[in-house]
């Protein structure tokens, strides 16, 4: 049974979640580049949040963001407005980058 909060995300249009991934991602970039990972409070609750809104993003057929993208977003303002909203292609698979880079760095 899926929770009430996913309920409730899958119901919110895909400009909401667009916009709440770079919100979250952003905040994430920022904190990835300023603290280093042992030192930093929420890093993985904060990481986990942005998995949970690009599994979201993605299950809408769009392509997920590079972390490195983030951190530029959130570290140094750089635009990266031409990375929302692109469908995938037809046979193109989903990229799970949060999901990644937890599993790189964590496990």
Do not use: W
Not at 11 to 38: Q, W
Not at 77 to 94: S, W
């Amino acid at each position: 049974m899926k929770s009430l909060k996913k309920v409730i995300m899958s119901m919110r249009g895909d400009k909401y979640i667009e916009r709440e991934y770079l919100k979250v991602g952003a905040k994430f970039g920022f904190v990835v580049n300023l603290l280093p990972l042992s030192k930093c409070e929420g890093f993985e609750s904060q990481l986990d949040k942005l998995n949970e809104l690009e599994k979201e993003y993605s299950s809408r057929g769009y392509r997920t963001i590079p972390i490195r993208a983030f951190i530029s977003l959130g570290a140094y303002n750089k635009n990266i407005d031409h990375l929302l909203g692109k469908k995938r292609g037809k046979n193109e698979r989903p990229i799970y980058n949060a999901e990644t880079y937890k599993k790189s760095l964590l496990y």
